[in-house]
Structures are given as C-alpha cells and as structure tokens.
C-alpha cells in the first residue's frame, strides 16, 4: 500500500537514537524528505545519513534551549520549506533508581526539559510554523513511554515527564493544531522496553529482564522497527487520516499484572540476538 508519504518533509528529533534510526529509514524508503536532529552525537547521525542517501538535512540544536529550538526551524524552512511532519523522538532516561524520597530537585528539573519542555518547544515552533504556510494536511507523532501508563518506581521524573507529554500535551495539541491546519493530527506512541542502544547493556540480564517480561503476554522485547512502523502508520493522512490524539501502547501487550512465573519465559527468545 502507498502510504502517501513522498517527498513528504518529516523531522525526527534525537533522530540518532534506535527508535529514530529506525524510524528515519523507513520514512526514507517510502520517498519522504527526512530531517535528522541531534543534540551531540555527530558522528552517529551522520553515520545514519550515509545510509539513507539523499532528500535529507542534518540539524543540531539542545532542544531544551528555547532560543536553540527557534534557530533550528528558521534553518529547516530555509533549507526545505514547510515541514509536513514532527517526531518528538528526543528525550533520556536517567539510569540511576532513586526514589522521590532521595532525588535531588537538580535531576528532577533536568529531566523534565530534556523528556517535557523539549517537546513543547518543539510543537510550539512546530505549530508556529505551519500558520506560514498553506495545507489541510500536517501530523505530530509524541513518543512517550510504558512508564507513562504504569509509573516506574526510582524514575518518577522519567514517568511524570512521559505521562505529560502522552497524555496531557497530545490531547491538547489535537484540539488546537486543527486552528491551525483544518485537518492536523496529533498522536502518541508508548513503546516498552525496545532493543537500542539505551538498552544494549541490560539486554543479557537474564533475572531482570524476566522480571520485565512477567507483565508482557508476549514474553519477548521489542525491536525498534516495532516502534517505528507505527509511527510511520500513524504519520500517514491515507491510512490514518481519522486517527487523532490517540496513545497506542507498543509493548507486547503488557499489564500492570504478572502473567509469568520467571521460569516460564525462554530467555533465547526474548529478542533477536543475530541483530546485535
């Protein structure tokens, strides 16, 4: 099926992440214009540009920086005119298990701008943009998190965050970008845990990731192509045209229940080892 995304112009922030690769290939095999933002990693965007080929722009900015953020689009629509499509893509996950009893307010803040204020910049100057330009058509894709509908004990900040962005920012945005663009959408994607680099080093913790498949009636990972078709899905105005401020879960079918008992999941199997 054509999913009618060429030469459709798509910019994927943290675009040098696994879910922003992924997502950024398959945008570029159906013909879309890709814009890929980095924040520091130089040498892998570039990487990931040499296998996409052509019809793309490289943008750096921190997009916690207003000022940065504002500077990035000017760029973008003197390089490629109106953007079609925003991926909020960029965002962290603080690594470190403290509970809200012993966070310190520094951590807190930081990831609320890096997960939170960096997307409304984004969509702010995103939404500001398209009032210069003519079009029905224009779409929003938020990537939160499973840690969004759940909550995730030592990384309140990280869900707190996620849970804004899915839930309270998505369904905002799609009752107002329709101000705007008569037939703008604005959706949210909730991955769980995903193959990537962010991940890579906790993938062959065979106790903990049985632990986290407990809830998942699939009892394996997702690979970040899993996520990425779905955001290329829901960017389509042909096959997704009446899909708007909905939060799909990508995550196996997990619950906030157990569902396995640890020795029941085949730890083999939980993801593809040969694409490592």
């Excluded at 112009?9 to 814009?35: C, D, M, N, R, Y």
């Excluded at 498949?213 to 990972?221: A, E, Q, R």
């Excluded at 569902?259 to 199997?269: C, G, N």
Aim: net charge negative; hydrophobic share 40%.
């Amino acid at each position: 099926m054509d999913l009618g995304l060429a030469n459709k112009k798509v910019l994927i922030t943290g675009a040098s992440g696994g879910i922003g690769e992924a997502t950024a290939k398959i945008f570029a095999k159906e013909g879309a214009e890709v814009i890929l933002h980095y924040n520091n990693n130089k040498t892998k965007i570039e990487e990931l540009a040499k296998k996409i080929g052509k019809n793309l722009l490289i943008v750096q900015a921190d997009l916690t920086k207003e000022i940065q953020v504002l500077d990035m689009f000017e760029e973008i629509e003197r390089e490629k005119g109106r953007i079609d499509i925003l991926i909020c893509n960029a965002g962290i996950w603080p690594e470190e298990y403290v509970e809200i009893e012993k966070m310190s307010f520094e951590r807190w803040k930081h990831t609320l701008a890096v997960d939170l204020d960096s997307v409304f910049l984004t969509t702010r100057a995103f939404i500001k943009q398209l009032r210069k330009f003519d079009g029905d058509h224009a779409s929003i894709i938020i990537v939160g998190s499973t840690s969004a509908v759940f909550g995730e004990a030592g990384h309140a900040d990280y869900s707190v965050a996620k849970s804004a962005v899915s839930y309270g920012l998505t369904r905002s945005l799609k009752n107002e970008i329709i101000n705007v663009v008569r037939l703008g959408r604005v959706n949210a994607v909730c991955p769980g845990w995903t193959v990537s680099p962010m991940t890579e080093k906790y993938l062959e913790d065979e106790e903990g990731i049985k632990h986290v498949l407990k809830t998942v009636p699939l009892k394996k990972i997702a690979e970040a192509e899993d996520v990425a078709n779905i955001i290329v899905i829901l960017a389509s105005d042909v096959v997704s045209g009446h899909i708007n401020g909905e939060i799909i879960k990508i995550a196996g079918g997990m619950e906030g229940r157990a569902l396995h008992l640890p020795e029941e999941i085949d730890f083999s199997k939980v993801y593809k080892r040969d694409k490592k």
